[in-house]
């Protein structure tokens, strides 16, 4: 039987129990020496006679499994119920989206990045059966998102994109491609394919290396060059003003396209030079579209059967039986 449980990183919450059983064993050392400290055990012995600690403990003990239920409720318990034999017949399309601070250059309007991200929203619209994640890039590459069906989850994270995302600064395709790798499924060799949009700055002989081993993979990257070749300042919003170089020069951005066209060739895949977003999309597409596509069970249509409801009972029980336990013995009637 498969099982998962929904929230697995509350399971730290497990951690909070042995510092408990600690501060119990130390609340009964510093009762100990309390007592110690009062006077004469035995009238210490006559005013503390009703007290059971073995009540006591056992009080701690239900209270201590009680919170272990409740964070066991809380990660919930699943196991697959009946699907709804959804099929999904699609390839799998990551996205990788340069946010360097060269992506502000404005040569194109409003600037390249977010010419970068009309372009992206579009082909999501374009998209029905494919499953498609996000990889966000400068100095250092990140998943975004992993592969989803979920449009409009990727609309979001596209459009809240930007330098902010990636404090390292630089651009480095080849980290992009390798992360973006992760995402696919290793022991297929089709169905997979990388959109790369960049002003590709990098001049990294990396990238291209690791584009043939990627082609060896099954897998198709499609560049997307946004800029111009003549260049542009790079504007920085905090001052509005052309960043500067140490010595006081305007940097100057320019599109490298040789790189991005080696990337599309080593792979089979087709380059463009971003102008219009719509246009970009439409070839961008059609290009998808040659490749094989693959039956899929989408699990996000499987129903799941949850049992938190059964640890929260069981804690609310002990709980209760906690409170009714009195911590003085039974006292005998004479």
Known sequence: MNIRFEHLELLIGLAAIPLLILAFLALLRWKKKTREKIGDPRLVNQLVNN???VKFAVKFGLAALAIVLIILAAVNLQKPGEADNVSRKGVDVMILMDVSNSMLAEDIKPNRLERAKQMVLRLTDKMQNDRIGLVLFAGRA?????LTTDYGATKMYVQNSGPEVVPTQGTVISEALR???TAFNNKERKYKAMVLISDGEDHDPEAIKLAQTLA???VMINTIGIGSPEGSPIIDYSTNEAKKDAQGNTIITKLNEPELQQL?????????????ASDAANKISAQLSTIEAKATGDKSFV???SFFQWFAAAALLLLV???L???RKKVKLA
Not at 142 to 146: G, L, R, S, V
Not at 265 to 274: C, D, E, F, K, S
């Open 51 to 53: 007290y059971s600690p």
């Open 179 to 181: 992360v973006a790798n």
């Open 325 to 327: 336990i009195p911590e």
């Open 303 to 305: 129903n799941y059967k």
């Open 321 to 323: 039986i906690e409170l």
């Open 216 to 218: 060896q993979n099954g």
């Open 142 to 146: 990140y998943m975004q998102m992993p």
């Open 264 to 276: 599309a060739q080593a792979t089979n895949g087709i380059y463009l030079r971003l102008e219009d």
